[in-house]
């Protein structure tokens, strides 16, 4: 296979295109909870069976979006077209999202699932052709783990500044009114979202296509998929991790709040959570490239549930806990920039099997289970709030009990099951060549 080298333009162009579709979504993730809940003050259960029914709602949406990518032809190719005609629907929602009118509970919960699906539909237009786009622009697995590399980077710089800077961006576009302060917070990360999918638009080409023709039954198409091996190893991978992603980016506030008694640490732990993305996107390509996909991500991930166990053990000592808690965060990270190359792989697994690479469709199911993951993460935590009676500002110590140990618990369990999921990956490439099971 030629080796296929792309200017650093176009690498830092698809990087920072991940910044278009994520930055507004972990804004939502780390912070929209807490804004329905200690902010318009609508009840935790009745918002996490918000975000779990629109959530699951994307299953038929992400396909239809998937097989549409994979039948479009246009002057602008197979993805790139997405791009340009979500770049400004997307900013405008994500600004409606951070600004519930105010009107009665009910209107209010209508309001926050109708403006949080607008942005799961969105977000699928945008992040399914994003996906898709890898294996079209080279097939080379040395230029697509840097390609990787630099999406983890832009990945992590939406994590900082839609974790990190949230709350203090807040406090000082919008003082003591929290509401103006989170729609302000929402219009900029808006703007920047958009400047981010017009470059990636603008600098990105597809090199490679799929020559099969652009109309397919879709049901025998969907089977395919779901005897592409790597496709479902690559499915459990990305839905274990997104489920822990997921709770720990819902938890993290009421976990520095109510049991460190630390708000400070929100601003350190919630950019931790995947934050050190942009760490492990330098260290992951080569580690990878050494020890292949599934041993580098099987060692890292036991690595981090390790960590994670000692974790509560460190409380009593913030220094101590943080340098654990950085660690634990890091380990696991690096299996996302390998989870960005087996999805890319995925498509050459798929085509040696049946002759065509759909990766749109392809793309669309991994979209699915890091919402569907996502979507169980979010709802879960919120649902346990629910059950322990959580009330802002009167916090029993049940309640405290509940998300200090959730905390920890499920991030161990889910990092185990990651663990064996991606022993079963069908694919290793090292060097040149290609280990196939």
């Known amino acids: 296979m030629a080796h296929q080298r792309l200017s650093l333009t176009e690498r830092l162009s698809y990087g920072f295109g991940d910044l278009g579709t994520s930055l507004a979504y972990n804004m939502a993730s780390g912070f929209l909870l807490y804004y329905y809940t200690d902010v318009v003050n609508l009840p935790a259960a009745a918002v996490g069976t918000v975000f779990l029914v629109a959530r699951l709602m994307d299953a038929v949406i992400d396909m239809i979006v998937g097989v549409s ?9 197979r993805t790139r077209v997405y791009f340009l005609i979500t770049a400004l629907p997307y900013a405008l929602v994500t600004v409606l999202l951070f ?4 009107w009665g509970q009910t209107a209010q919960l209508v309001y926050a699932f109708a403006t949080f699906k607008a942005l799961g539909i969105l977000m699928s237009l945008q992040a399914i052709p994003y996906t898709a786009l890898m294996p079209m622009m080279t097939l080379d697995t040395g230029e697509r783990l840097k390609l990787s590399g630099m999406r983890s980077i832009g990945t992590s710089v939406s994590v900082v500044l839609g974790t990190a800077a949230t709350m203090p961006l807040v406090g000082l576009l919008g003082g003591a009114d929290r509401q103006r302060g ?3 917070v929402a219009a900029l990360f808006a703007g920047i979202g958009l400047i981010a999918t017009l470059a990636l638009f603008r600098n990105c080409r597809e090199r490679h296509d799929d020559q099969s023709s652009p109309r397919f039954p879709i049901l025998p198409a969907i089977g395919e998929m779901l005897r592409n091996r790597a496709w479902l190893v690559c499915f459990g991978f990305c839905l274990t991790y997104f489920v822990r992603f997921g709770a720990m980016m819902s938890a993290t506030a009421y976990f520095a709040i109510e049991v460190l008694k630390a708000p400070w640490m929100i601003s350190v732990m919630l950019p931790a959570v995947s934050g050190m993305l942009l760490l492990s996107s330098f260290v992951a390509p080569p580690v990878l490239s050494r020890t292949g996909i599934r041993q580098g991500s099987a060692a890292v991930l036991i690595i981090a549930a390790a960590l994670f166990a000692v974790l509560p053990l460190t409380e009593g000592n913030l220094t101590v806990f943080t340098l654990v808690y950085l660690l634990a965060c890091l380990a696991p990270s690096i299996t996302i920039t390998a989870a960005f190359a087996m999805i890319a792989e995925c498509a050459d697994y798929h085509e040696s099997r049946f002759g065509v690479r759909r990766e749109g469709l392809l793309a669309s199911g991994i979209s699915l289970s890091t919402k569907v993951g996502m979507a169980l ?5 919120a649902y346990l709030l629910g059950e322990v009676g959580y009330t802002p ?3 029993s110590d049940t309640a405290r009990a509940a998300i200090r140990w ?3 618990g499920s991030a161990v369990v889910l990092l185990s099951l990651q663990v064996v999921v991606v022993l079963f990956w069908p694919i290793d490439r090292l060097g040149t060549g290609l280990k196939r099971d």
Request: cysteine-free; hydrophobic content about 35%.
């Open 99 to 102: 600004n519930v009118p105010a």
């Open 393 to 395: 500002g009167h916090v």
């Open 406 to 408: 959730s905390y920890y």
């Open 377 to 381: 993460g979010t709802a879960g935590f």
């Open 182 to 184: 989170f729609m302000a």
């Open 69 to 77: 990518v994979d039948r479009t032809r246009s002057r602008w190719g």
